[in-house]
């Protein structure tokens, strides 16, 4: 069943809604009293698809996969104590957003969808290209006509179809919309299937780090998705009667879009309104995050906080996290500013387990990393 | 112990020789008689360090690891059948090279080397440039005038010191051996400990086939770790009698640069003489593979056989492996090249295991992806 998160109304899979009629944002319902054991975990395939009691599929579905998955996290010495990196910029096509996009695609492949359409400015946008290729799936990719070459080269070497729009981000949301309704609109932010997908990697964080919760969670935020997923799958394991804790979830923005951690430190349980400014932090750039209530509330529930980091601090961030070895896009380096940050307030403590999520490869973004200096 | 290759003279370790004052290549000699039992292997961590039996280190040593190895091994159907595809372009910067740096680097820590030297025109570079970051050794980096800024960027964001040397490639590693007499020359292509880095993914591919060999691994080939990688480690396994039999070794080459090919189907036991032209391929173009009598003497070994693509059979396999969900860079598409002239010859079987092997990211490569079509 597909949940509103707004209007609290079920439906149907088979109804194919992307999107609830009042216009809220559906989520898949999972039951999350069923977890395999650490036992049944270490004869499970290597890829995220090992947690199938929390992915749930058809009988006889073949998981529409690229390998995505179990990615390294790797314990590094930071500043004064020690952090662990979740390198989920080695999923196949550079960025955590592969997670969510095999779970969404093999759940579209099942309900006979043959024809996609995603927009995106970047990973969301490759990914589903990636996928789409694998399943068979004709798809469309709407990008904003400024979309650098080196994303629209990957994109359309998937075979995937892309139309460049001019204009704004939005104009081009509006546009894939509307070619949507000839066929099927795989927007990940509306998709109800996405964010189940992207919480496995919390799973995984869970299980490398032999089985047990860590204190801190540190991931960047734009829509948020990374944030419901962390949220869902310790939910999860403590409805599984797994752990007995939530970890704090630490979401970092850019201060020059920052919709969400404006709204956490006015106690707004809404995204607020801004006048949202560039920023080199591009994939979270989000002005109108679609499910920022439910994003908000996680982080308040797990015991959690927002930072917000300014450019030169985002970009004293890459070059902490390039010297340490790890070649990140600039958006994965909020996560090393906020580090920083947390350091400075004396929050990053030896006695604790922190772990600092790394979403997107800095081979994307050789454009951006070149103008950096 | 490391033993030259030429005139089978031993040397200690700590004499740091990079190659026999003979001339001749050096390889680390390892027991291969030790190797992890299935059940050992079950709580080892994901990563080529799992196999550190065959990874001899002294008492004590701590790795210079970036959660380096256990790539996905990826089936897909193809063509007629289906195969395997190793997706080496997973490693943490972005080429398989990451395994032999790893070790390599390791290695060098612990005699103590605190300055390097390396030549590279890409992956290679990048991946010494990541680990020496990652263990505090200072190094530069040669490359020639010509290398891309999307490739220099990367290094130099690690915090190597890159020097862009003008000429030919061969004029950048006169560059470099002179510049190393003052520090330590760590080229990969003459490291003893290199290629036993590299071997790992042929563990793996074992390790993921439910302990079992394969019967074809196709690799690119320009100075032939893959080959001497796989050859190792099967030798390893087949010593430790773990295996009966080793797989075929399948190595590629592009037409325009194939000095092993040649020398291959005239049956020399040393690499040919040719007149190198321009290739896509440009990281298997090597005119003068210093272990290339090794190379050929393995495949021969394993029953295996060379095959060489030319620039529009690369191309071809770019896109067949793109359209499959794969973006791996031009040189990596030699191998589905191949598999399409082993599909026309017939010997591509679905009674048999066969495993394409995937060398680098098509991240690296948007320049050239660009210029493709």
Not at 154 to 163: D, K, N, R
Not at 258 to 284: C, H
Request: with cysteine.
């Amino acid at each position: 069943m597909l949940l509103c998160e707004r209007c609290h109304q079920q439906h149907e899979e088979d109804s194919k809604y992307w999107r609830c009629p009042c216009g809220g944002a559906l989520l898949l319902h999972v039951d999350e009293t069923r977890f395999p054991s650490q036992e049944a975990l270490q004869s499970r395939p290597s890829s995220l698809w090992r947690y199938k009691e929390a992915l749930p599929l058809r009988d006889g579905t073949i998981p529409v996969s690229l390998g995505e998955g179990l990615t390294p996290l790797v314990p590094l010495p930071w500043k004064s104590g020690r952090v662990f990196f979740k390198l989920d910029y080695l999923c196949p096509t550079g960025s955590y957003k592969d997670r969510g996009v095999a779970y969404e695609v093999t759940r579209l492949k099942e309900l006979g969808i043959s024809s996609i359409v995603e927009d995106s400015s970047g990973n969301a946008g490759a990914a589903m290209a990636a996928y789409a290729a694998r399943a068979g799936i004709h798809c469309q990719i709407f990008v904003p006509e400024y979309t650098s070459a080196g994303k629209c080269v990957q994109i359309e070497s998937y075979g995937a179809e892309l139309v460049r729009v001019p204009g704004s981000r939005e104009d081009t949301t509006r546009a894939a919309e509307q070619a949507a309704s000839h066929t099927y609109y795989a927007s990940h932010n509306w998709s109800p299937y996405f964010v189940h997908g992207i919480k496995t990697y919390a799973f995984e964080i869970w299980e490398q780090l032999q089985c047990t919760a860590p204190h801190k969670i540190i991931v960047p935020a734009g829509q948020g998705s990374l944030v419901l997923g962390c949220y869902l799958a310790f939910r999860h394991l403590l409805q599984s009667k797994i752990i007995s804790r939530f970890p704090q979830i630490i979401a970092v923005q850019a201060k020059n879009c920052a919709p969400l951690y404006e709204a956490f430190i006015q106690r707004k349980e809404e995204p607020v309104q801004i006048e949202k400014q560039e920023t080199i932090a591009e994939g979270i750039s989000s002005a109108l995050p679609v499910r920022g209530r439910e994003v908000l509330a996680a982080i308040r529930k797990t015991g959690g906080e927002m930072l917000a980091v300014d450019e030169e601090e985002i970009k004293r961030g890459f070059y902490d996290l390039a010297k340490a070895g790890l070649y990140v896009e600039p958006t994965s380096a909020v996560v090393a500013a906020a580090l920083a940050k947390l350091e400075g307030q004396g929050k990053l403590l030896t006695s604790e387990t922190t772990v600092a999520f790394l979403s997107g490869s800095g081979l994307k973004a050789t454009d951006k990393i070149l103008h950096l200096k």
